[in-house]
């Protein structure tokens, strides 16, 4: 079990109900798709906030990355959604 740092911007932010936690994660969330996977199941909050879990973005200690990247040693992992500039 790894603990790690989680942040959260925009809607998924506002849909989960707070900007950041930390997690004890269990040994079979190995891939940032399997963190997504993994919080899905946290509850309502969670579940709805990641619906659509192929549209999040994830930064691990802040560069992003695709969804098959491990996830190990990493001190902070962020989710964003799609954005727009302007």
């Known amino acids: 079990?790894?603990?790690?740092?989680?942040?959260y911007f925009a809607w998924v932010r506002e849909r989960i109900?707070?900007?950041e936690?930390?997690?004890?994660?269990?040994?079979?969330?190995?891939?940032?798709?399997d963190l997504l996977a993994y919080l899905k199941?946290?509850?309502?909050?969670?579940?709805?906030?990641l619906e659509h879990e192929n549209v999040i973005r994830v930064a691990l200690n802040q560069?992003?990355?695709?969804h098959d990247e491990?996830?190990?040693g990493a001190r902070e992992i962020a989710l964003f959604p799609p954005m727009t500039g302007g």
């Open 1 to 7: 079990m790894a603990r790690v740092d989680l942040v």
């Open 17 to 19: 109900g707070k900007g």
């Open 21 to 33: 936690e930390s997690l004890d994660l269990p040994d079979s969330v190995v891939t940032a798709g």
């Open 41 to 49: 199941t946290l509850g309502e909050t969670y579940e709805a906030a």
């Open 63 to 66: 560069e992003h990355v695709d």
């Open 70 to 72: 491990p996830i190990a």
